[in-house]
């Protein structure tokens, strides 16, 4: 009797097999991204673009052992540019693999979800907007691809590739929605497939099929182009290189200034353990990644939204820690916080009445609402703008949707403070003055730049810290997409007044 082993799991003669998997807990560690919702911001039958950029996603963190950091690949590609299919009415899964095989997909930094089929061209593989400017093609970006594709038929055939490879992407009976399968579970004598929520926050963030609902599903063998990180470096029409180095010099001249150093009350933090080590850094302590996927706050269209970005990815990451790494991944809705104006808008904002809203009144997933860039419409917060589910009919809200609160905030400033506050809780939210030299790091070296400005314009989250040669260095998480920077984040020098990083630090304690 031949014996495969994998994960701790025993195939005997490929038809016994274990009685439950889940790669959402592989021996208490979560290998799933976050939920997602094809019906957000309306209603799109995408199922089958979410079905095989979740499984490709999931493929890519189990290759990856859950290492920093957390690639989520972009659906929208897939609405936009498959021609085989037909976006937002309905599309396969083969078809699907078969564009990412012949051509390659980008990250969700690059293109976000906006539920609806768009022209296919440059920009819709991966594009970035400035204030005043536009939006345009990006150059030099991340790409993620196939090597091969199959279809796989019956229960057991489909479990092995499951546990040997990955989820899988599977139709759901006959109907034309297609889901991620993610695990199976055994009860008595029913087994139920494991399948990954993308239907909106009425359903659970995993729920069970039983196993005869699918009976043939589809999959992607990866191709390795993430530890070389190879990159797509076609350059661009030179008139759309030469209008972006013409307008951008101006663009963080030209930010609201809403903040005085000099107005700020500094609050003192909880007592905390001031032992920190010479180093440290929330993307791998002890080989484990606590941090979320990377955001951008610049697309679909131009907003500036770094309050929120910073405000929730610190939450979240805050969140991960707590529990453990642990499945569902919470990842907050930014774009609630602009319907409700929850601490500014896409011209700005402040960190600290942030904090004070979700104290107050909590905030949503981003299953909730996905990400649009756009500003409020109404003065008052409702259930709708908060949370909503949508399907052909229309949207509704969803009035008892889950959300979570801080139960307490405040500031934080000098980096033996920050270093504490970020060691014993988690990423800190920080103000800097961004400058065209902090638009243009490509990584690599660290950053130093020092200002005579007195205020901030931009604000980014601090996770961690180093030294190199000798030189202290703040490990920062931008939200200016995985093209910028080392994949999304900077290494910016410790002690040396460094954009006025370390002069206005803020923070807050989620509640669980």
Same mark, same amino acid.
């Given at each position: 009797m031949i014996k495969l082993f994998l994960l701790g799991i025993v195939i005997c003669n490929a038809f016994k097999i274990s009685e439950n998997f889940s790669w959402a807990d592989v021996d208490g560690k979560n290998f799933l991204t976050y939920t997602r919702?094809?019906? =957000?911001? *309306?209603?799109?039958?995408?199922?089958?673009?979410?079905? +095989?950029? @979740?499984?490709?996603?999931?493929?890519?963190?189990?290759?990856?052992?859950?290492?920093?950091?957390?690639?989520?690949?972009?659906?929208?590609?897939?609405?936009?540019?498959?021609?085989?299919?037909?976006?937002?009415?309905?599309?396969?899964?083969l078809n699907a693999y078969q564009y990412i095989k012949d051509n390659w997909i980008s990250d969700e930094t690059c293109t976000n979800y906006v539920a609806k089929k768009e022209e296919c061209n440059e920009m819709s593989l991966c594009k970035n907007c400035f204030d005043g400017m536009g939006c345009w093609a990006q150059h030099n970006y991340y790409i993620y691809t196939i090597s091969s594709y199959g279809t796989l038929h019956g229960q057991i055939e489909i479990m092995q590739?499951?546990?040997?490879?990955?989820?899988? =992407?599977? *139709?759901?009976?006959?109907?034309?929605?297609?889901?991620? +399968?993610? @695990?199976?579970?055994?009860s008595g004598q029913t087994t139920y497939w494991i399948v990954k929520n993308t239907l909106g926050p009425k359903y659970p963030s995993l729920y069970e099929v039983p196993t005869e609902e699918i009976q043939e599903c589809s999959y992607g063998e990866l191709k390795d182009t993430w530890t070389e990180g190879i990159r797509n470096t076609t350059k661009l029409h030179t008139s759309i290189e030469?209008?972006?180095?013409?307008?951008?010099?101006?663009?963080?001249?030209?930010?609201?200034?809403?903040?005085?150093?000099?107005?700020?009350?500094?609050?003192?933090?909880?007592?905390?353990?001031?032992?920190?080590?010479?180093?440290?850094?929330?993307?791998?302590?002890?080989?484990?990644?606590?941090?979320?996927?990377?955001?951008?706050q610049h697309i679909p269209i131009y907003c500036g939204s770094c309050w929120a970005h910073a405000v929730t990815s610190t939450l979240s990451d805050r969140i991960n820690i707590k529990l453990g790494n642990k499945y569902p991944v919470v990842l907050f809705s930014i774009q609630s916080m602009l319907n409700c104006m929850s601490g500014g808008s896409c011209g700005g904002g402040l960190t600290q009445p942030t904090f004070k809203h979700i104290h107050l009144n909590g905030l949503t997933e981003e299953h909730c609402h996905t990400y649009e860039a756009i500003n409020g419409k109404r003065v008052r917060c409702s259930d709708e703008d908060q949370c909503h589910q949508c399907d052909e009919d229309g949207c509704e809200p969803v009035k008892k949707a889950k959300r979570y609160f801080v139960s307490e905030f405040g500031y934080v400033k000098t980096a033996r403070d920050m270093k504490i506050e970020i060691f014993n809780r988690g990423p800190i939210v920080c103000g800097v003055y961004a400058t065209q030299e902090l638009d243009d790091y490509e990584g690599g070296y660290i950053f130093s730049q020092k200002t005579n400005k007195t205020i901030l314009n931009h604000y980014v989250s601090v996770v961690g810290w180093g030294v190199e040669d000798g030189v202290e260095y703040w490990i920062v998480r931008n939200s200016w997409g995985s093209y910028w920077g080392d994949m999304g984040y900077a290494k910016m020098k410790m002690h040396s007044d460094n954009l006025l990083l370390e002069h206005y630090c803020s923070w807050g304690v989620p509640k669980l």
């Open positions: 919702n094809q019906n =957000s911001p *309306q209603f799109c039958n995408g199922g089958w673009a979410f079905a +095989v950029t @979740g499984a490709l996603s999931d493929r890519i963190k189990i290759k990856r052992n859950a290492a920093f950091p957390e690639i989520v690949l972009s659906p929208q590609v897939l609405i936009s540019c498959d021609t085989q299919s037909d976006g937002c009415t309905s599309g396969s899964a590739e499951v546990v040997t490879n990955g989820p899988v =992407s599977c *139709q759901l009976g006959q109907s034309a929605h297609y889901v991620e +399968v993610v @695990g199976w579970r055994t030469k209008r972006f180095e013409t307008k951008r010099k101006s663009y963080h001249l030209e930010m609201l200034q809403f903040l005085q150093l000099d107005q700020l009350i500094i609050t003192p933090f909880s007592s905390l353990n001031a032992d920190v080590p010479t180093q440290f850094d929330w993307r791998n302590v002890d080989g484990v990644n606590y941090l979320t996927n990377n955001r951008n």
